[in-house]
């Protein structure tokens, strides 16, 4: 029901499903988990396709290419007045990733699971909207701040953080 909801108010939890099936597959629960990933996304896609039938044109106007053009040629245009770490989204993802790139071969399922659905998710971001736009993003921040806090964790006390991993 909860993911039913989330789908009419933002349309890109489509994916999350498969959040859901790279956090819990294992060896032992492959066809469990992949089976109710099936399900989840037959209810996802299910209310997405329903929208679109419902209210046809309603969103996502633009094409993806022209999109990803506006979102390269707003970069480089901000980058020549400004150094390019101004850029609103660097700004609130280039620390999280440095610190991520540091620590990334976690051992926790979870974590690793996040960090890959918000490099897919970002990558269609940034193909399907206003790059620039963060407030848009902030779930993906929230995906990738856990393991960035533990990586700035074990960076800050590497005694404690081997200890907790």
Known sequence: IALALSVTIKYDVVLLPGLYW?????????????LETA??????????FGLRALLPGGFEGDSMSGIVVENLQRFVSLAVYFPPVAYPPLLVF????????IRFPVRDQFLRAGIIYAIVLLCYFFARSHFEEVRAHMPLLLMILPTALLSLRAFLEPTRSTEDA
């Open 22 to 34: 790279m956090a819990h597959v294992s060896r032992a629960r492959f066809f469990r988990t992949s």
């Open 94 to 101: 280039l620390l999280p990733a440095l610190l991520i790139i």
């Open 39 to 48: 399900g989840l996304f037959v209810v996802s896609f299910g209310v997405y």
